[in-house]
């Protein structure tokens, strides 16, 4: 297997900032904040499959897959997340430290490709579009999830962090690049490849029901020829 990692811009900016400030959240933490998110990533129905999470982070998302049976994968640039990853899976999955635009996977090797939050902090989005597709088996399914334009993500990441989260578009500086997708920008990503749409609510606290925005994920399969 390959183990090369991309050098664009972005991509070093989001190592440079999550090696600076990994994020790891328990369980209950994250599946609190995203209660849809268990049923929206499909953890339970990959028994047996070959399941890869491109951006795994500290690996929550695919402890869930590797819970449920399935043969988890999960790859992530950024190394202090890879060593996370690995301490909360316990060798139930495999993590490697790799690009999600050079998957170092052979092509047709997996049944399911999932990816959280991800596809958003790359400028060169359709290199891992790319390599998602690359790595799915015919009739393989995708599931991508990625910031809505029209949430209130961006207001709460500006007021939490300050300029140093400024949004990194329209000619604006940040260091983590963040790219805010629409229904039509999103579908024109994976052309032509047909797409399942849907949004997503998130709260930072479901009890206090403190609105934080929008997901908008993108599910869709492999052409069989």
């Known amino acids: 297997m390959m183990n090369v990692l991309s050098s ?14 990994p ?7 994250r599946y609190s904040r995203y209660p849809w998110l268990y049923e929206a990533a499909e953890f339970r129905y990959h028994q047996g499959r070959r399941v890869l999470e491109v951006g795994c982070g500290s690996g929550c998302d695919v402890l869930q ?4 049976g399935a043969k988890a994968y999960g790859i992530d640039v950024t190394p202090a997340h890879v060593v996370l990853a690995r301490q909360r899976l316990m060798g139930l999955a495999h993590i490697i430290y790799a690009d999600g635009t050079r998957i170092p996977f052979a092509s047709e090797s997996f049944d399911y490709v999932y990816s959280c939050g991800v596809l958003h902090h790359l400028d060169k989005p359709r290199e891992m579009v790319q390599e998602i597709l690359r790595v799915l088996r ?3 399914r995708f599931n991508v999830l990625v910031y809505n334009r029209w949430s209130h993500v961006p207001l709460i990441l500006m007021l939490k962090h300050g300029l140093k989260w400024r949004l990194w578009i ?13 229904v039509r920008k999103l579908r024109a990503i994976f052309a032509p490849i047909r797409l399942t749409i ?6 930072h606290n479901q009890k206090l029901g403190q609105f934080i925005g929008w997901f908008l994920g993108a599910k869709g399969s492999k052409p069989v020829s």
């Open 65 to 68: 897959f590797a819970k449920h």
């Open 23 to 29: 994020l790891y959240l328990s369980e209950q933490e």
């Open 198 to 203: 849907k949004k997503y609510e998130c709260y």
């Open 170 to 182: 329209e000619n604006s500086t940040a260091p983590v690049h963040i790219e805010l997708y629409t």
């Open 8 to 21: 664009t811009s972005a991509t070093q900016l989001a190592v440079a900032h999550w090696n600076e400030s």
């Open 138 to 140: 015919p009739g393989g």
